[in-house]
């Protein structure tokens, strides 16, 4: 839309009026809950005038578990009530967590539900704020007041969008169109709360070509309460786009459905490497490694150059023992079976530093959320095996949160609860096939998930793992919010406190964990992270498996962060979110499109990021399966150079990122963020990066293409390739 600005200003607020609205910078902001707040005669002069761009921990506030307020002063020129006989919107961006909100002291919306309301608490810190209110609740030409409650579980919090705006609603505000997949057609559904008239248009295209096979548009009126249907047949590699344009609103309503295609060729039959070329393990502590070949079984494994102490279980594939001495080790990893042979070059590094590339596995949360058991986590572990995942280089199984006792036993240490039988026996089953153990816990009393956390049994706690054979520790600052009084102590030293703490005690254990921080990227973790023997930090907060959450971490959070990557110590956006997720016993479909997920594993892929499987893999389709096992994309996220991809263009919704590679290649990333596939010309797109060649590999098809040709980039797609 264009805004043609006509007034500017008012005194308190930063307030700017366009032809078809008001936009409001600025609000007085107040810390705390009273009902009076809602009053628009209450005064709130003594109040800090507050940005809306930014939450209110960027503008010095730090108030986890809280209410604060804010009060817009907003004049509304009476010039614009022309044209507002109906509805007027009041948008106001995202709100963390929760917020109801006041027109001129008339609730007009609320979003979210607050601790002790009936429902209990519901988080909606990302979902857009768009109020419809009647236009006889505005002062024209007046002063109004919109009063907005707002409740924030840990930090940070409020508003943090951008301005406010006051102004007409647009056609998505009345109307909905949503599209599925069902028995071999996509059904999708438009609804509205008007009557109006429009044009649907529905439009099909091969899926790797990008050629149009079919278009036709109807004309149709929209009715409340009679949602207008569209059924389209959908075969093979094709996607369906649905086009909804209106004759009375400046807007319309699209959406695409795609089946699921599997580019990633299968496996040979024969042995292939497809693991990490580096391992790191400290002097003396045991190594745990499975050597990562795909190819039919049984396969016969053999290693040269093992140093003494360590030895190879020449059936199964894994290396056990431990190694006393400082060094590096090349080895050769050798494997052979009936339809032939192959070998890698590999080092084994015995030194300080674990973690040479990111961590690759299974994690508990985005599936099974607190429901999870050791027999969930047994499924999923057997099947990264049974399934060939493992041979892919997968070798965490990490539990996280709700494994933990309700009470600590009479000696202070902790013990699983019913759900997990024998951690122990777990961890040495983990252990015999070349797998690793993980768990979960925090620095404060309590977990997110309200489960026991480690304060003030940190050292216990760490013996206690150390004992049943963990690996990984994935530390999450949560309950640790009430320990620490931030009014008091602003300092970074006070964030790193409780991680210092931790790692001095899993460093006295006689075993390599692997250090995981989990507290949302606060106090810019990644500047200090590996100060603090991290291995890797979480960089933002919980992913969901949708376009805003995956496309918003990927692009937008991980921008500045490359330069704090690197082997032993990695940015972490959050686990994966392709298969089935639910976090809780109530599984679906990854609600990414197939496009989107291809972008997701490739960002990740780019980024250097860890790699855990967030579905249960006891239940994974062969889609999700070509996402997760295309060797060479996992190649680049294991490269050994350990450079996390950095963005080069940001152009008319083209992003391309890459990062360069040990064996003198580079990475590269095409990523279209638009609502429609986009032509790239491949060696115009290259040249903008400095890089010239006339073919290139595309890394989820697995094979050379020619740069000068055009490749057709589907919407929130991606081509992912290797310039050598
Ligand atoms: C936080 C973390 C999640 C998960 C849950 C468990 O929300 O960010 O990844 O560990 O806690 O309660």
């Given at each position: 839309m264009k805004r043609i600005l006509f007034v500017l200003g008012l005194t308190l607020c930063c307030v700017a009026v366009w032809a078809q609205g008001v936009s409001v910078e600025t609000a007085r902001f107040q810390v705390g809950d009273n009902p009076a707040w809602s009053n628009p005669s209450f005064d709130d002069s003594a109040w800090p005038v507050f940005t809306l761009d930014k939450d209110w921990n960027e503008q010095g506030v730090r108030n986890p578990d809280n209410?604060?307020?804010?009060?817009?002063?907003?004049?509304?020129?009476?010039?614009?009530?022309?044209?507002?006989?109906?509805?007027?919107?009041?948008?106001?961006?995202?709100?963390?967590?929760?917020?109801?909100?006041?027109?001129?002291?008339?609730?007009?919306?609320?979003?979210?539900?607050?601790?002790?309301?009936?429902?209990?608490?519901?988080?909606?810190?990302?979902?857009?704020?768009?109020?419809?209110?009647?236009?006889?609740?505005?002062?024209?030409?007046?002063?109004?007041?919109?009063?907005?409650?707002?409740?924030?579980?840990?930090?940070?919090?409020?508003?943090?969008?951008g301005p406010a705006w006051i102004g007409k609603p647009l056609l998505g505000d009345y109307a909905t169109l949503s599209a599925a997949r069902e028995d071999g057609k996509v059904k999708a559904v438009l609804e509205t709360r008007l009557k109006t008239r429009g044009t649907v248009t529905v439009i099909k295209e091969d899926v790797l070509s990008g050629e149009q096979l079919e278009k036709n548009s109807r004309k149709v009126t929209l009715t409340p309460q009679k949602p207008y249907r569209v059924s389209v047949p959908m075969e093979g590699r094709v996607r369906v786009q649905i086009v909804y344009a209106d004759d009375n609103f400046e807007d319309g309503l699209e959406t695409s459905v795609c089946n699921p295609y599997i580019l990633t060729p299968p496996a040979p039959a024969a042995p292939r490497y497809n693991g990490p070329l580096v391992f790191g393990v400290r002097p003396g502590s045991p190594v745990i490694f499975r050597l990562a070949f795909s190819g039919e079984r049984p396969m016969k494994f053999a290693v040269e150059g093992l140093p003494e102490g360590v030895v190879l279980d020449a059936d199964k594939g894994v290396l056990s023992g431990s190694c006393q001495t400082v060094g590096?080790?090349?080895?050769?990893?050798?494997?052979?079976?009936?339809?032939?042979?192959?070998?890698?070059?590999?080092?084994?590094?015995?030194?300080?530093?674990?973690?040479?590339?990111?961590?690759m596995g299974w994690n508990s949360w985005n599936c099974w959320g607190l429901s999870v058991s050791q027999e969930k986590v047994m499924a999923s572990a057997a099947a990264l095996i049974n399934r060939g995942l493992a041979d892919y280089g997968y070798s965490y199984i990490n539990i996280d949160d709700a494994w933990e006792a309700e009470e600590r036993n009479p000696d202070g240490t902790i013990s699983p609860n019913e759900k997990f039988p024998d951690m122990k026996a777990l961890g040495d089953w983990l252990h015999s096939n070349g797998l690793k153990l993980g768990i979960y816990s925090s620095p404060g009393d309590r977990t997110c998930g309200g489960y026991l956390g480690s304060l003030d049994h940190e050292e216990q706690d760490a013996k206690t793992w150390a004992s049943w054979?963990?690996?990984?520790?994935?530390?999450?600052?949560?309950?640790?919010?009430?320990?620490?009084?931030?009014?008091?102590?602003?300092?970074?030293?006070?964030s790193m406190r409780p991680y210092v703490k931790m790692q001095q005690y899993l460093r006295e254990q006689p075993r390599d964990i692997f250090y995981s921080l989990c507290q949302y990227g606060n106090a810019k973790v990644w500047e200090w992270g590996a100060f603090v023997d991290a291995n890797s930090w979480r960089t933002t907060g919980d992913i969901q498996d949708n376009w805003e959450s995956m496309s918003g971490i990927g692009f937008s959070n991980q921008l500045e962060l490359y330069p704090y990557a690197?082997?032993?110590?990695?940015?972490?956006?959050?686990?994966?979110?392709?298969?089935?997720?639910?976090?809780?016993?109530?599984?679906?479909?990854?609600?990414?499109?197939?496009?989107?997920?291809?972008?997701?594993?490739?960002?990740?892929?780019?980024?250097?990021?860890?790699?855990?499987?967030?579905?249960?893999?006891?239940?994974?389709?062969?889609?999700?399966?070509?996402?997760?096992?295309?060797?060479?994309?996992?190649?680049?996220?294991?490269?050994?150079?350990?450079?996390?991809?950095?963005?080069?263009?940001?152009?008319?919704?083209?992003?391309?990122?890459?990062?360069?590679?040990?064996?003198?290649?580079?990475?590269?990333?095409?990523?279209?963020?638009?609502?429609?596939?986009?032509?790239?010309?491949?060696?115009?797109?290259?040249?903008k990066i400095g890089l010239k060649a006339d073919t290139v590999r595309d890394l989820w098809r697995q094979k050379d293409i020619p740069t000068a040709a055009q490749y057709k980039v589907p919407s929130h797609g991606v081509l992912y390739i290797k310039v050598k």
């Open positions: 209410f604060a307020w804010y009060r817009l002063h907003v004049v509304i020129p009476a010039e614009l009530k022309e044209g507002y006989s109906k509805d007027v919107l009041l948008d106001l961006g995202p709100i963390d967590d929760t917020d109801e909100t006041w027109l001129n002291g008339v609730m007009v919306g609320k979003t979210g539900s607050n601790p002790g309301d009936p429902e209990g608490y519901n988080c909606r810190w990302s979902e857009p704020r768009r109020y419809i209110v009647d236009p006889s609740l505005i002062r024209w030409g007046q002063e109004n007041v919109i009063a907005v409650r707002v409740y924030n579980a840990g930090d940070p919090g409020g508003f943090f969008r590096e080790y090349p080895l050769v990893l050798k494997a052979t079976n009936d339809k032939g042979s192959a070998q890698a070059a590999f080092t084994l590094k015995v030194g300080p530093q674990i973690g040479l590339t990111p961590p054979g963990v690996d990984y520790l994935k530390y999450d600052w949560c309950g640790y919010s009430k320990v620490f009084d931030p009014s008091k102590d602003h300092s970074t030293a006070a690197g082997p032993g110590h990695w940015n972490d956006p959050d686990m994966l979110v392709v298969g089935k997720v639910g976090w809780s016993n109530n599984l679906r479909d990854s609600r990414l499109t197939p496009d989107e997920q291809y972008t997701h594993i490739s960002l990740w892929s780019l980024q250097a990021a860890n790699l855990l499987i967030g579905c249960p893999i006891d239940q994974l389709d062969d889609f999700t399966f070509n996402l997760l096992c295309n060797n060479e994309v996992n190649a680049v996220n294991q490269d050994i150079l350990g450079q996390q991809a950095h963005e080069d263009v940001n152009e008319d919704g083209i992003r391309i990122w890459s990062r360069d590679l040990y064996d003198g290649g580079k990475a590269v990333g095409i990523f279209n963020l638009n609502g429609a596939s986009v032509p790239v010309q491949l060696d115009g797109a290259l040249e």
